[in-house]
Structures are given as structure tokens and as C-alpha cells.
């Protein structure tokens, strides 16, 4: 059975201590052995990974540190600028609300974080796990992050039945009564496991240090945990956008609205997004002016958290700039540019010049 009393749960954690000490990952956010964290490093990395891989968030982690090398550097850049630098990541408020809270630290704390979870929390951005997790591994205060991986595994060890998101309090106190003194440790342990052990599908738990007291392992139903909540189907919305050019090949951008999805972000001009897509003759009434628009074959898709999008493009040539709102940026300053992934599949499919304008 897994651990009821204190010297139980003690014995279970120095396991998974010990295989951690040994297996732990290298990443660039994660202080070497016997260093103390940084802080500011954890926060930037653990807003960075919400709802984003590691494979993914490294490469961008980089960048902003070399960049921002402290919370002061980042409060002190523009919006736009963490924005551009942040394009690609998806989920756009966490850049707005990592440079707010930036600001606050830098301005308003003397550039220290807060060093307790219920501290932590009132900062923009820090939702309970983020809160618990920086908590933890920066000041070894006694939390238990929950991540995707740490719920995994808790959930088979202790084989709990119900569904997630349901399962989450109940996950989070049984995680809680682990914690041990090394609690950074400990959090960065579970995460760890369920990335290169307790993994979704063929978990190894011939290789895992929990294995023996892991019920679902005893029960094989390892792989059928955590059980989750039926997805609901998201809705379907569809519209058309406008890509231009002029001589020189600059497009045509215009600013999202300052709230809102993507706000503040760069995009094509675009007509509403509703349930059908636009019949020709309306969407030639959406253009931003009047020029020989002509829609590109096929269409471009993409998944929001709560919905898809499908958007149908027209293109368009001009040999002078006409009168329009936004601004017109060379191909090449795109790529620094606050555009999201969305928008740059769009631009990507007016221009059709067999191949990609972005590192995706």
C-alpha cells in the first residue's frame, strides 16, 4: 500500500529522492546540484511551461534570458517587445502578464520576489500550481507542485478513481503529505519521474523507485490513470482574412484590440470570425481597400483552447501604398515581430512562395 504514517512516507520519499539525484534532468532553467535557484529564472521557466513542453519552451527560455537577464531588465522592456520575443509560445496573456508582473516586482518589491506560495499568488499571472512550484523550489517552502506528470503520478500511486480536473484537490493532498524538507527537490522529483518513468502510455515501471508501493502497478491498471473527464466537442468558427503586399513586399498589419484573445498582437486585416465562412461578394466588403483580391486555394486551420478556427485567404498586390490603418513591415522584420502562429500561418498562405517565412 502506499505510505499512511510519517515513517512510511518518509521511507517513499527518500526513494524517489535517491533516484532523483541520480536521474535528474538537465535543463537550462534548473540550478545545478547544490546551487539554490534563482527566482527569477524558476518564475520565467514555469510561466514559460504552462500549457507548453519543455522541448518547446527551452529555445525561447534562452533567448529571454539573454535578453532579460533580470526581472528589472524585463519590467524595463515595451510590451511589444515581450510580445515579439514570446510569438510562437501561444497563450498570449501569460506574456502580458509576465512583463506585469515584472513590473511589480521590479517597481514595487526592490526586485525580490516573494518568497511564499500565498505571497506569490497575488502577482499577475501566478495561479496556484505556478505559486506552489516557485514556492518550492526556490525557497524549499512546503508545497506540492502539481504539474501534469506529478498528478500522474500520484494519481497511480495511490490509484485514485476519480477523473481530472475533479481528482485535483484530492491529488494535491495526498502530494502535500509527501513533501519532505527538500520540498524544491521533492517537486522537480514527481516531474521528472512522470517525464522519463510514469509516463502516459507504457509507463516503465520496471525502472520506476515507487514501483513496490504503487497500487495501480500492483492492480496493472496503471495505464487506464489518471481517468479523465470526456473532452467536450470546441466549436467551429471560420472567416477571411487579407493578405497584401506592396512593391517592396511589405504586408499589411494592423493591431488586435488591447483585451481580449491574442490583445495587442499583430495580424492581417481580417473580416468577424463566425459560424460560416463569408460568401465572396461579402468578404470583398470586409477588405481593408478596395485592389484585385484573389483568394488562395484551400484554407488555414488552427486550435484555440476553445475553439477552431478555420480562416480563408485573399491576396493582393499594390504597386502604392494606399490610405489604411497599420503598418506595413518588410518580410524580414517579421520574425521579431508580435505576430502570433496563427497569423503567421496566414501571411504564410497569402504570399504562397514555397516556403515557410517563420521558424515554427
Known sequence: ??????????????????????????????????????????????????????????GYYRKFLQRWPTVRALADASQDDVLAAWAGLGYYARARNLHAAAKVVAHQMSGKFPITAAALRDLPGIG????????????????????????RVIARLYAVQAPLPKAKAELHRLAMALVPARAGDFAQALMDLGSAICTPKRPACANCPLAEECVAHRRSIQEQLPLKAPKLARPLKRGAAFVVTDRTGAVLLVKRPDTGLLASMLEPPQGPWTKDFPSKTAALKQVPFAAEWKKRPGLVRHGF????????????????????????????????????????????????????????
Open 305 to 360: 483552447t476553445h475553439f477552431e478556427l478555420e480562416i480563408e485567404v485573399y491576396a493582393a498586390k499594390v504597386s502604392k501604398r494606399p490610405k489604411a490603418k497599420g503598418t506595413w513591415m518588410l518580410r524580414e522584420k517579421m520574425s521579431e515581430a508580435a505576430i502570433p502562429t496563427v497569423m503567421r500561418k496566414i501571411i504564410e498562405h497569402g504570399l504562397d512562395e514555397g516556403g515557410p517565412l517563420f521558424a515554427h
Open 128 to 151: 496556484g500550481y505556478t505559486a506552489g512550484a516557485i514556492a518550492a523550489i526556490a525557497y524549499d517552502e512546503r508545497q506540492a507542485a502539481m504539474d501534469a506528470n506529478a498528478e
Open 1 to 58: 500500500m502506499p505510505p499512511r504514517t510519517p515513517s512510511q512516507k518518509s521511507y517513499l520519499t527518500a526513494k524517489l529522492l535517491a533516484w532523483y539525484d541520480v536521474h535528474r534532468r538537465v535543463l537550462p532553467w534548473r540550478a545545478p546540484k547544490g546551487k539554490k535557484a534563482d527566482p527569477y529564472r524558476v518564475w520565467l521557466s514555469e510561466i514559460m511551461l504552462q500549457q507548453t513542453t519543455v522541448r518547446a519552451v527551452a
